[in-house]
């Protein structure tokens, strides 16, 4: 709204009305707002919940081995980090851009999906919440409604980039006059080649394009849900998705911005996509509102995040790569919540496949996998074997592992920048 304003008020030569035409002065400025909102509405939401003691059930129990009581600590703290992101990007940015309506539409669906999940935990007394198959099933709408728009919309079009070696071996990278639909996206680690969804449907012939896109919106719609359920699997420590999510945020700036600028664009050998900068908007106020919510959210918390922010940061993630052309980078990029969502996965299929057999035989200690780093002898299930039960040796101070997976997704998201030239 404040961009239009002053957009406005730029045409009778009001001083200083010109600065909302950069992206860089609108994106800072999401940033702090995103920050100041957390860091000011966090302490009246916290206040708020406590005074009616709403606190998740399902956490009731002491699971830190250190002895930290979170007994009673409020949850739904997703709902700080809505309103921290929504308020700056509806006074900053543009909101005739598809894009940033998509990610608006995005937050708004999962945040009431996750929502609708703590509810049923808290004031239904259930500690089970919103029945996964429904969870699935708002995920794989926003994803479904995510690759249509992106498929039908005429505002969602790139200029592809071209490589061309000239006499003297110097490589120029140049990019198509014209703007068109593309199902191309940028692989990591392979030079000068972006995958085609459609030429892996050349068998379709003459319907290659449009199997295409089929494609690409099954692709939307694993990418979404893979991603949401692997930030809501991250959420079991405190400041462990929050801290995560934020690395995981600027690099996405970093790429929707070099996505957005002909010139970069050109230096790094991707995609042009117009009027995708106003992601960068979005995602400074997304990454402002994970710092904002680490002041209450850091060990030991004063509030967590719940289904509420966990769902949503996944989508946020999800929805900002599928719209830059990156999601194939998100198994680099997103490495934590990968390897969160393969280890229940292996932890719950083998222990099925044993227990047909008679057998209680478990892989890791605990998973999701950050559970393992700080589970006692004394909590482990007596009638189970556990095949890694000497891994690790002792248990961890939950501060500790944290600090070590915000590390660990520092490195990966510096290993994600660098598969820009490593090509």
């Known amino acids: 709204m404040l961009y239009y304003l002053f957009r406005f008020l730029d045409e009778f030569g009001i001083p200083g009305s010109h600065l909302w035409a950069y992206i860089s002065f609108r994106s800072l400025l999401a940033l702090i707002l995103s920050l100041i909102i957390s860091a000011w509405f966090g302490e ?78 808290i004031f239904k007394k259930n500690k089970e919440g919103l029945k996964g198959k429904y969870k699935i099933v708002g995920q794989v709408s926003i994803g479904l409604i995510v690759g249509l728009v992106l498929y039908l919309s005429p505002d969602a079009v790139v200029r592809e980039n071209i490589t061309v ?159 830059i052309h990156k999601e194939l980078m998100l198994p680099i990029l997103c490495g934590i919540f990968f390897v969160e969502s393969l280890s229940v996965i292996i932890q719950t299929q083998w222990f099925k496949i044993q227990k047909k057999k008679g057998r209680r035989i478990r892989v890791f200690r605990a998973t999701p996998i950050h559970d393992t780093f700080r589970r006692l002898d004394s909590q482990l299930d007596a009638t189970s074997t556990y095949i890694l039960r000497g891994w690790p040796r002792r248990p961890f101070h939950e501060s500790k592992i944290t600090i070590r997976f915000w590390i660990t997704t520092i490195i990966l998201a510096a290993l994600t920048i660098i598969t820009l030239k490593i090509r």
């Open 44 to 121: 009246k939401f916290i206040k708020w919940m406590k005074r009616r003691n709403i606190s998740e059930t399902a956490r009731d129990a002491s699971i830190d081995p250190f002895g930290v009581e979170k007994k009673g600590v409020p949850t739904m703290g997703g709902i700080i980090i809505i309103v921290s992101i929504l308020v700056p990007v509806l006074l900053l940015g543009r909101m005739r851009n598809i894009y940033l309506i998509l990610m608006i539409i995005t937050t708004v669906w999962l945040g009431f999906l996750g929502f609708l999940d703590d509810y049923i935990k």
């Open 165 to 323: 070696e000239q006499q003297n071996q110097e490589v120029v990278v140049k990019h198509k006059s014209t703007a068109v639909k593309s199902l191309k996206t940028t692989i990591p680690f392979i030079k000068n080649h972006n995958l085609d969804y459609s030429r892996l449907m050349s068998f379709c012939g003459k319907y290659r394009v449009a199997a295409g896109w089929i494609v690409f919106v099954v692709m939307t719609i694993i990418v979404v849900t893979a991603v949401s359920n692997g930030a809501n699997l991250n959420d079991g420590m405190d400041g462990m998705c929050a801290g995560n999510s934020a690395i995981i945020g600027v690099v996405l700036g970093i790429l929707a911005y070099v996505s957005s600028h002909i010139g970069y664009a050109a230096y790094f050998d991707i995609m042009y996509i117009p009027d995708a900068q106003e992601l960068v908007v979005f995602i400074c106020a997304f990454v402002g509102a994970m710092i904002g919510f680490l002041w209450y959210n850091a060990y030991p918390a004063q509030v967590f995040m719940g289904d509420t922010g966990s769902l949503t940061i996944g989508g946020i993630i999800g929805v900002c790569a599928v719209i």
